[in-house]
């Protein structure tokens, strides 16, 4: 299937504590992010790549760390787990067509801090 | 700065009825607008962008500059159109960034 995969779907883990979220594209797409889905379903971007390259780095706390090791993942490394980081994270990538950037997204991960 | 907003958080038509979930945005330039569509629990999925002027699932969407409006419009709701709708913006001094509306649930009765 060609798409946006994310792992894990769902995550749950104590306050404190260290975790990944990975995300993988196979649509030969130049460009990757991440969003946060809060509890009020509101969207936000945290970081965009391009060719491995951080091109968007929104006021988001030094515990978030993503890394791109090549074009087609981009994964989320969380330090310090809080509370507050407890949403749905969504991986997309996109493309330009006819000069527009089309965003394909991931399935998500929900994080649920305790 | 670019902002959309999207006035209301939840709305709710019968099954049949006509449905305008509404956008406006503001941002300096020429913006690129989109709507996205999410189903319960699943991923966010492009409905639509202004620039193909296409209509999908019977939904259709016109930018007006003079009101800085991308309002949403389907003439008769169907009840798999509930969802979480989020209109979106990019544009050429933003990159490829998306700013993303607060988002309409929308709930079709039956």
């Known amino acids: 299937d060609t798409a946006v995969s994310q792992t894990p779907k769902y995550l749950v883990t104590q306050m404190g504590n260290d975790k990944s979220i990975k995300c993988e594209q196979n649509l030969g797409h130049d460009t990757m992010y991440w969003y946060k889905q809060d509890s009020k379903k509101f969207l936000k971007i945290m970081f965009s790549y391009n060719n491995k390259e951080l091109i968007i780095n929104e006021t988001v706390p030094n515990r978030f760390s993503p890394k791109s090791p090549d074009k087609a993942h981009l994964n989320l490394h969380i330090n310090s787990l809080e509370l507050g980081d407890s949403a749905v994270y969504f991986c997309?990538?996109?493309?330009?067509?006819?000069?527009?950037?089309?965003?394909?997204f991931g399935p998500g991960t929900r994080l649920t801090v305790l | 700065a670019q902002r959309v907003t999207q006035p209301e958080k939840l709305l709710s038509v019968f099954k049949g009825a006509p449905v305008e979930l509404k956008c406006n945005y503001s941002?300096?330039?020429?913006?690129?607008l989109f709507w996205y569509v999410q189903y319960s629990r699943q991923r966010l999925q492009l409905l639509l962008r202004h620039i193909s002027r296409e209509s999908i699932k019977g939904f259709t969407a016109d930018l007006n500059k003079g009101e800085t409006s991308f309002h949403l419009k389907k003439p008769f709701a169907q009840e798999e159109d509930s969802a979480m709708y989020y209109c979106?913006?990019?544009?050429?001094?933003?990159?490829?960034?998306?700013?993303f509306g607060e988002g309409t649930q929308l709930t079709v009765n039956p």
């Open positions: 997309a990538s996109s493309h330009l067509a006819g000069g527009l950037s089309i965003q394909f």
């Open positions: 941002y300096s330039g020429s913006p690129e």
């Open positions: 979106a913006l990019s544009g050429p001094t933003s990159g490829s960034r998306l700013t």
